[in-house]
């Protein structure tokens, strides 16, 4: 890429999930695009990523449904514990099918079923601007090269710089963290095919077997709980995941115990304000933004990767019925063009702000819950969740439609 500025009719900002799927949309609808990736080689930051129904459907659309089942057990449903209140809840995914993958299989699968050359890595994204002349949206790339595009879409998470471009609010955080990881039994483990969360006061740990040797989990627990050293350091990880434990069943605590150091992560929760998705305007010309960048919600629903898979479907839809009309720009149709993409943005966001909302406003309510010690506040949030968000599985039966 020269400093006078590449030409591209759709890029994509960002290499997660959400990049690579929007990428492998629209590949299958027949339009090309180019990804900008950050990082030299594919992201798998978090070890594992659950996958509910409604994010199965999204996959099977863009086909590699099928690949993928291959990787991860069937998982039956979800058991929810209060330990400190003796009461405990299980819900069945029924006729649904939900899985835990690694997030290496799932962003690889992705990855194999695009193009040769669609992704290109070490492209970080530092700041984006209009083009005086033609209103396209311009990329500077942190070496110092820029790529100018067509159509924009920015993939590039809970701290987007496309988002910042749009004008959005920033993304917050919970004052909970995780740290998340795998751990591996040799000769096979003996855990029930399902979601297991136990909480206490403010802290949450679960567990999900990815397949018949390898199991997921997570401990959530308050920020002010960390030392800045635990960072950067796997096994400080473990130790403060332990100790925060300390009161839970023995064999959640031999789960952190015996984990794998090397897939050890420790993340804050992002989320963007329910209102602000309410409100936003995600699009400027042909630029709008998908998955966390558009709608970062914490993982209390285990719903981000799925609803992100949702965007690329949806999106790839709205611009593929547009595009379909649309002709090499030629002198006087470069408005014309705008104008097309304009509409299908547009279109793609009004099918997905109501469904982002609900998704972002039921995991706000969840997280507070965990978060706040005030029992006002608490209160609040249990009698919106029973008037709003009553049936807890409902989001799960969401379905994005045909690619």
């Known amino acids: 890429m020269d400093a006078a500025g590449e030409q591209n009719e759709i890029v994509i900002a960002g290499g997660g999930i959400c990049g690579l799927a929007t990428a492998l949309a629209l590949h299958r609808k027949g ?10 080689t594919l992201r798998t930051t978090g070890a594992a990523i659950g996958i509910l129904p409604n994010g199965w459907l999204a996959l099977d659309q863009l086909g590699v449904g ?10 039956h449903g979800i058991q929810d514990i209060w330990q400190d209140k003796g009461k405990q809840r299980e819900t069945l995914f029924g006729s649904g099918e939900a899985r835990c993958l690694k997030r290496s299989d799932l962003i690889k699968t992705l990855a194999d079923a695009l193009p040769v050359g669609t992704i290109r890595f070490g492209c970080q994204v530092v700041s984006v601007k209009l ?3 033609t209103s396209y949206p311009i990329l500077q790339l942190h070496d110092g090269s820029s790529v100018t595009a067509k159509v924009l879409i920015g993939c590039d998470g809970a701290r987007s710089v496309v988002a910042d471009f749009l004008e959005l609010k920033p993304a917050n955080f919970f004052t909970i963290c995780a740290v998340r990881g795998f751990t591996h039994f040799q000769n096979g483990h003996s855990f029930t095919h399902e979601l297991v969360r136990m909480r206490r006061g403010n802290i949450l740990v679960g567990r999900v077997p990815i397949n018949d040797e390898t199991v997921f989990w997570f401990v959530a627990l308050q920020l002010n709980f960390m030392d800045a050293k635990v960072w950067g350091d796997a096994e400080l990880m473990r130790q403060t995941a332990l100790e925060s ?6 064999e959640l605590r031999e789960l952190v115990k015996n984990s794998d150091l090397k897939t050890l992560s420790l993340t804050h929760l992002w989320y963007r304000a329910p209102w602000d998705v309410l409100l936003a305007r995600f699009r400027k010309g042909t630029v709008t933004v998908a998955g966390d960048a558009m709608h970062v919600m914490g993982p209390f629903l285990g719903q981000g990767g799925s609803a992100a898979l949702e965007d690329a479907v949806v999106l790839a839809r709205c611009l593929a019925e547009k595009m379909s009309v ?3 720009i030629k002198s006087g149709r470069r408005q014309m063009m705008v104008h097309q993409v ?3 943005m547009d279109k793609y966001l009004k099918e997905r702000r109501k469904r982002v909302v ?11 819950l965990l978060e706040t010690s005030s029992l006002l506040i ?26």
């Open 131 to 133: 083009d005086p002349l």
């Open 358 to 368: 609900q998704l972002s406003t039921q995991s706000y309510l969840t997280g507070t």
């Open 66 to 75: 099928s690949k993928l089942r291959e990787t991860a057990l069937l998982l």
């Open 342 to 344: 304009g509409e299908a």
């Open 326 to 328: 649309v002709y090499p």
């Open 378 to 403: 608490k209160f609040a949030c249990l009698v919106f969740m029973a008037i709003f968000f009553s049936n807890t599985s409902y989001h799960t039966r969401y379905d994005c439609g045909r690619l």
């Open 31 to 40: 339009i090309s695009s180019v990804v900008l990736e950050r990082s030299e």
């Open 245 to 250: 434990i300390s009161g839970f069943p023995a």
